[in-house]
Nanobody, 118 residues
């Protein structure tokens, strides 16, 4: 069955970097549109970034120029490289498959916590 497992979250200082990983099983990431979303306390889940099968990328305005989504086909893994992080990036980050135009598909990972604080 479809499974997504996120990792790489943690505590990072403002201005620092972090790389999140999403390892998939039950399907091939290179054959699907993939996305990252996040949910901060008291807020709704929001779109962060997406990567299509042909490697087109799309980003939320709040992270454009700082975050990069990519994939490693051999590892069946999608990444979110987070640079120049800000306290407002603090959230639980979720991997999603089937993301189209910022709208999530049906399958989610369990999430990984990212906390940006000094």
């Amino acid at each position: 069955q479809v499974q997504l497992v996120e990792s790489g979250g943690g505590l990072v200082q403002p201005g620092g970097s972090l790389r999140l990983s999403c390892t998939a099983s039950g399907f091939t990431v290179s054959s699907n549109n993939m996305g990252w979303f996040r949910q901060a306390p008291g807020k709704e889940r929001e779109f962060v970034a997406s990567l299509t099968r042909i490697r087109n990328t799309n980003y939320a305005a709040s992270v454009k120029g700082r975050f990069t989504i990519s994939r490693d086909n051999a590892k069946n893994t999608v990444y979110l490289q987070m640079n120049s992080v800000k306290p407002e990036d603090t959230a639980v980050y979720y991997c999603n498959t089937g993301t189209v135009g910022g709208v999530p598909g049906d399958y989610w990972g369990q999430g990984t916590q990212v906390t940006v604080s000094s």
